[in-house]
């Protein structure tokens, strides 16, 4: 399995700003992945980060408000752009292990805008 | 296209009794099937998966889940619960499909657990 760390766990931002969230795997892994959880619900996957090239949207996100970086095999970002209340959610990172068959998921960043 | 579907969005069980998360999925091609379970403020964890073999799959903490391939369905069940198994579940299906690996979620299952 592969251990993921996310940098924020958490943070309060106000409306109008950006935030970075960094996502770290243990090991080399072929494809990793940025999901959101809005309150209550459950998870909704917003890209496939690819490594060294533009990640791959899911309908209802967009490269200009979610932008995404895969610089290695080990590393991705998000970046949350002019944040609005309604982007309060929690941010979770996953990466599908070795054998391609199992995701693994990071602790995940709880985004508060106010 | 793939979907999975949790029948009851709310489960209560008294500590000791029997625990059954239904799940019911569609998917076109051969479905790689998982439970994750999620603790209050944390991520997500992988309870067991199903892939191929084995239609009966052991997972952490005493849990289990029996592909049904006649019945679309991937039940989680706990002979006893514990007051620690009060969680978030949530059933989560993708395939072996190569560039399609992604997970569709359901809507996940509150278990409370009664003293």
């Known amino acids: 399995s592969a251990v993921i760390s996310q940098k924020p766990s958490r943070d309060i931002c106000q409306r109008g700003t950006s935030l970075t969230i960094q996502c770290q795997v243990d090991?080399?892994?072929?494809?990793m992945f940025w999901y959101r959880q809005q309150p209550g619900q459950s998870l909704t996957l917003i890209a496939t980060?690819?490594?060294?090239?533009?990640?791959?949207?899911e309908s209802g996100f967009v490269i200009d408000k979610f932008p995404i970086s895969r610089p290695n095999l080990t590393f991705s970002t998000l970046t949350v752009s002019n944040m609005s209340p309604e982007d309060s959610s929690i941010y979770l990172c996953?990466?599908?292990?070795?054998?391609?068959?199992?995701?693994?998921f990071g602790p995940g960043t709880r985004l508060t805008v106010l | 296209a793939q979907s999975v579907t949790q029948l009851g969005s709310h489960v209560s069980v008294s500590e000791g009794a029997l625990v059954l998360l239904r799940c019911n999925y569609s998917?076109?091609?051969?479905?790689?099937l998982f439970w994750y379970v999620q603790y209050p403020n944390q991520g997500l964890q992988l309870l067991l998966k199903?892939?191929?073999?084995?239609?009966l799959v052991k997972g952490i903490n005493g849990f289990e889940a029996e592909f049904k391939k006649s019945e679309t369905s991937f039940h989680l069940t706990k002979p006893s619960a514990h007051m620690s198994d009060a969680a978030e579940y949530f059933c989560?299906?993708?395939?072996?499909?190569?560039?399609?690996?992604?997970?569709?979620f359901g809507t996940g299952t509150r278990l409370t657990i009664i003293p």
């Open positions: 996953s990466a599908l292990g070795g054998a391609r068959d199992t995701q693994y």
């Open positions: 090991s080399q892994v072929t494809m």
């Open positions: 980060a690819n490594q060294g090239s533009e990640a791959t949207y």
């Open positions: 998917s076109s091609v051969p479905p790689y």
């Open positions: 199903y892939t191929t073999g084995a239609t």
């Open positions: 989560a299906v993708s395939t072996s499909n190569f560039g399609n690996e992604k997970l569709t």
